[in-house]
């Protein structure tokens, strides 16, 4: 699944106007697939903080919280970046081609982890 939207995103930016390099259109394809790894994540683990009743969400200081989702993305960006690198985006390539994806435009696909981020804060405010 991850890799089928890792494939729409790298062809919805190369079918804009705008050229980019190949390079910069696999860079943002995996800043998108971190952005949707990343939302999951958050919702599961305010799930786990909901399920087990800890107190972790309830800090005085929310920059602790806010520490952890960014060095969980900066980690999730590098894995990304090396999994979807070389002999796996060729793989990627040829399933797509045999399964004939098509291109998403791009706003398109960033609605996905904005929604699941807009759901994760609503569960966020049940929470309190």
């Given at each position: 699944?991850?890799?089928?939207?890792?494939?729409?995103?790298?062809?919805?930016?190369?079918?804009?106007?705008?050229?980019?390099?190949?390079?910069?259109?696999?860079?943002?394809?995996?800043?998108?697939?971190?952005?949707?790894?990343?939302?999951?994540?958050?919702?599961?683990?305010?799930?786990?903080?909901?399920?087990?009743?800890?107190?972790?969400?309830?800090?005085?200081?929310?920059?602790?919280?806010?520490?952890?989702?960014?060095?969980?993305?900066?980690?999730?960006?590098?894995?990304?970046?090396?999994?979807?690198?070389?002999?796996?985006?060729?793989?990627?390539?040829?399933?797509a081609i045999q399964g004939k994806v098509e291109a998403t435009e791009a706003w398109k696909l960033w609605i996905v982890p904005i929604v699941i981020f807009g759901l994760g804060?609503?569960?966020?405010?049940?929470?309190?």
């Amino acid at each position: 699944m991850f890799e089928q939207l890792f494939y729409k995103a790298i062809l919805s930016y190369k079918s804009q106007s705008k050229k980019r390099k190949h390079q910069k259109v696999i860079s943002l394809a995996t800043l998108y697939i971190t952005a949707v790894h990343l939302s999951i994540l958050f919702v599961l683990c305010i799930i786990l903080v909901k399920a087990t009743g800890s107190s972790f969400l309830r800090f005085y200081e929310i920059y602790t919280p806010i520490f952890y989702l960014a060095l969980t993305g900066i980690v999730l960006y590098i894995f990304n970046a090396l999994y979807y690198n070389g002999k796996r985006l060729l793989q990627i390539k040829n399933r797509a081609i045999q399964g004939k994806v098509e291109a998403t435009e791009a706003w398109k696909l960033w609605i996905v982890p904005i929604v699941i981020f807009g759901l994760g804060l609503i569960l966020l405010q049940t929470t309190r």
